[in-house]
């Protein structure tokens, strides 16, 4: 028997596609439960899969970025996506 790992991919995608997103194909829910960079005003967001949802392999959203875990932990630690503390 074999045993696959089964990888989580993290992208960024311009703010302007969230329209596209479908949902049921993603970790997240909806657009309420997306990660938005906290620039002013706001240019992206992150989402995450283990299959790559259909609007990314036919081409609709093209991320900016792929990510795994570890780095996209390192992304959201930065001041792009990081409020700062009072």
Same mark, same amino acid.
């Given at each position: 028997?074999?045993?696959?790992?089964?990888? &989580? &991919? +993290?992208?960024?995608?311009?703010?302007? #596609?969230? &329209?596209?997103?479908?949902?049921?194909?993603?970790?997240?829910?909806?657009? #309420?439960?997306?990660?938005?960079?906290?620039?002013?005003?706001?240019?992206?967001?992150?989402?995450?899969?283990?299959? $790559?949802?259909?609007?990314? &392999?036919?081409? $609709?959203?093209?991320? #900016?970025?792929? +990510?795994?875990?570890?780095?996209?932990?390192?992304?959201?630690?930065?001041?792009?996506?990081?409020?700062? $503390?009072?």
């Amino acid at each position: 028997m074999s045993l696959r790992k089964i990888f &989580t &991919t +993290y992208a960024t995608i311009k703010i302007e #596609d969230l &329209t596209k997103v479908d949902f049921s194909q993603v970790g997240e829910t909806s657009a #309420d439960t997306i990660r938005i960079d906290v620039l002013d005003p706001p240019t992206q967001f992150v989402l995450k899969w283990d299959t $790559e949802p259909s609007f990314i &392999t036919n081409g $609709e959203i093209i991320p #900016d970025a792929l +990510y795994t875990h570890a780095e996209c932990l390192e992304l959201m630690a930065t001041d792009a996506w990081s409020p700062l $503390e009072p």
